[in-house]
T-cell receptor, first 114, second 116 residues
Framework: AQSVTQLDSQVPVFEEAPVELRCNYSSSVSVYLFWYVQYPNQGLQLLLKYLSGSTLVESINGFEAEFNKSQTSFHLRKPSVHISDTAEYFCAVSDVGSNYKLTFGKGTLLTVNP | NAGVTQTPKFRILKIGQSMTLQCTQDMNHNYMYWYRQDPGMGLKLIYYSVGAGITDKGEVPNGYNVSRSTTEDFPLRLELAAPSQTSVYFC???????????????FGNGTRLTVT
């Protein structure tokens, strides 16, 4: 069975500072990895995903995540955050070929302060 | 472009009452899902459907029922509300199995339910 661990439940940072949101997973098979973002009072939306190929994937709003197979991690980073990045971020994993069941982590609340 | 629409936005129920949470999507998606979100617990899958007439249990189905008579609609029924069902409920849809990465989940804005 797969599981997802988001190591920090809350991450407060100042505007224009760099941020890293950590995600580790466990699975006995190959995985696909996702980051979803939830802005206040909204549903989740896909931020970025890793399926195969380059281990570094990027979103359109400056976030990036790197798949590290040896460390079973998929950490999300941004070099300079904005107030508008304040949201909850969810890491998710699916087992390749095992009906692709999607499992979410517990979420990390990123709060960007002025 | 409505996407996934959930009603109501808020509801307070007394213990033992029943209600139906409505969900409709206008993207002609085959896959639909119901999740509950509790603080600090992430999202838990309640039920899902891969097409009209087909439903299956997720992680936490007890106390809930669903039906999928049309592609567009996927209502969630609570028969005997309990305090443990206090949560935020999200409906989502995807064109294909969301875990394959071919089609992301599209979420509604949620229904906040309180059972007292």
């Amino acid at each position: 069975a797969q599981s997802v661990t988001q190591l920090d439940s809350q991450v407060p940072v100042f505007e224009e500072a760099p941020v890293e949101l950590r995600c580790n997973y466990s699975s006995s098979v190959s995985v696909y990895l996702f980051w979803y973002v939830q802005y206040p009072n909204q549903g989740l939306q896909l931020l970025l995903k890793y399926l195969s190929g380059s281990t570094l994937v990027e979103s359109i709003n400056g976030f990036e995540a790197e798949f590290n197979k040896s460390q079973t991690s998929f950490h999300l980073r941004k070099p300079s955050v904005h107030i508008s990045d304040t949201a909850e971020y969810f890491c998710a994993v699916s087992d390749v070929g095992s009906n692709y069941k999607l499992t979410f982590g517990k979420g990390t609340l990123l709060t960007v302060n002025p | 472009n409505a996407g996934v629409t959930q009603t109501p936005k808020f509801r307070i129920l007394k213990i033992g009452q029943s209600m139906t949470l409505q969900c409709t999507q206008d993207m002609n998606h085959n896959y639909m899902y119901w999740y509950r979100q509790d603080p600090g617990m992430g999202l838990k899958l309640i039920y899902y459907s891969v097409g009209a007439g087909i439903t299956d249990k997720g992680e936490v189905p007890n106390g809930y029922n669903v039906s999928r008579s049309t592609t567009e609609d996927f209502p969630l029924r609570l028969e005997l509300a309990a305090p443990s069902q206090t949560s935020v409920y999200f409906c989502a849809s995807s064109g294909k199995n969301s875990g394959t990465g071919e089609s992301p989940l599209h979420f509604g804005n949620g229904t906040r339910l309180t059972v007292t």
